[in-house]
């Protein structure tokens, strides 16, 4: 096999051989039998081969044919790097029992991560993008590459958005006592930003300092400029990066159309659990990375996820439609607690809680204060909105583990339609 120049047939000179070690590795991470080290030797060399301009060339056809050829590219919803086989009329195709005969044996995140997919607090550094490694044999700087062992993962730029809520308690909603004023969209990302000067996106360097929440600081490259700027000063084994926070009302392929202001055209596909199977709507907040783009030989921006959330006044994250309404029906039910002299505050959870017998992520915990007696109570909602045998077994599990946190009360769609939902968590708390 031989790197070549991209866009050429792979035949003359200039092709540059794989030591045989490679080769063998490449093969048995294509066909998902490699151990680790092949894995990572393989995303390495497709990485650099990417970043290189360069095609790969397989070596299945006699001497003198052109050869069949593959392309690095990089699966955004999976973030790890594979080859994709170039396939056409005028395209030699590759020998039956040749490994790459079939495409690469690696799914998109799409399609087999789940509402249930573990989702811990990311760790180290608010950062996504690492350098790029300078040679093959150089072992990747952990979390650098996310591959199919991974797969169903949370990506991790939806667990630096997550954390930011967490930070900022915008995926918690106060009693009634508590809100001084109706709350607006500047009010959110004012919190949001508060919470962005208190990590570190590399050692010594806060995000507050490269972190906007405005597609305009893009396009009128004050990102870049900001980010030549803390290049200088930048420590070494980082890589310089920069973070909006976007409000958005839809995204499509890798476009992101932002509210009140140009699109935001990103380097690859927008993450999101809005998916074909699970169609949220919006408004979303974005959150966009921005980086070195070594194909545009400059910065550019890399990557993004964008959130479905309640409202632009309440940056609280919700998984499906459904549960956006059961969201909306808890937090009318406040006002009636607010007559009764009972203070009613909801959280979102984020991330998972792990219990004596599991870990699980109930969908809300309410708690209920008496202004009274003082007693405070808390129980846990489900917004139950499907009914797959493997979500529902899904629940099964998690549900028990949830319960030794608080009882836990299961909402579906027909108690929504029938409105039923103030009265089963009435019920729950003995109000």
Not at 26 to 52: F, K, N, P, T
Not at 385 to 406: E, N
Request: glycine share 6%; hydrophobic share 40%.
């Amino acid at each position: 096999m031989w790197l070549i120049a991209r866009h050429s047939n792979g035949c003359g000179a200039g092709r540059i051989p794989l030591p045989a070690p490679v080769r063998d590795a490449l093969v048995r991470w294509y066909v998902d039998a490699g151990s680790r080290g092949d894995e990572e030797a393989s995303i390495m060399l497709v990485q650099q081969a990417r970043i290189g301009e360069k095609w790969i060339a397989c070596d299945c056809l006699p001497a003198g044919e052109a050869p069949p050829i593959l392309t690095p590219a990089f699966l955004s919803e999976a973030e790890t790097y594979y080859l994709r086989r170039l396939t056409s009329t005028n395209r030699p195709e590759h020998q039956p029992d040749c490994p790459f005969f079939r495409d690469q044996a690696t799914n998109r995140i799409t399609e087999v991560r789940t509402q249930e997919s573990p989702a811990d607090p990311p760790t180290g550094y608010f950062e996504v993008l690492r350098p790029a490694p300078e040679k093959l044999a150089q072992r990747p700087v952990e979390e650098s590459t996310d591959d199919r062992t991974r797969q169903a993962s949370v990506p991790r730029l939806a667990r630096l958005l997550w954390r930011l809520l967490n930070l900022s308690g915008l995926n918690r909603y106060p009693p009634l006592s508590e809100e001084a004023a109706e709350r607006s969209i500047s009010d959110e990302f004012r919190v949001l930003s508060a919470a962005a000067g208190k990590v570190e996106i590399a050692p010594g360097i806060e995000l507050g300092r490269a972190f906007w929440t405005h597609a305009q600081a893009l396009h009128s490259k004050r990102v870049y400029a900001r980010l030549r700027d803390l290049a200088q000063i930048w420590p070494r084994g980082h890589a310089p990066q920069a973070f909006l926070a976007l409000f958005a009302h839809e995204f499509r392929g890798s476009t992101i159309h932002v509210a009140g202001g140009d699109p935001v055209v990103l380097a690859n596909r927008v993450q999101s659990p809005s998916i074909r199977s699970n169609p949220i709507k919006g408004p979303y907040l974005a959150i966009v990375v921005a980086g070195e783009y070594p194909e545009a030989h400059g910065y550019a921006p890399l990557r993004g996820y964008a959130q479905p959330i309640y409202s632009g006044k309440r940056f609280i994250p919700v998984d499906s439609e459904f549960e956006r309404s059961v969201l909306r029906e808890l937090i009318k039910l406040r006002w009636s607690f607010e007559r009764s002299g009972i203070d009613l505050a909801l959280e979102k959870p984020v991330f998972d809680t792990l219990t004596p017998v599991g870990s699980c992520r109930p969908d809300f915990i309410l708690e209920a204060r008496s202004r009274d007696s003082g007693e405070i109570r808390t129980i846990i909602v489900e917004a139950m909105g499907s009914t797959d045998d493997v979500y529902l077994a899904t629940k099964a599990v998690t549900h028990p583990r949830m319960a030794q946190i608080a009882p836990v009360v299961c909402v579906s769609p027909a108690d929504v339609d029938q409105q039923r939902v103030a009265s089963i968590v009435r019920r729950a708390f003995g109000a």
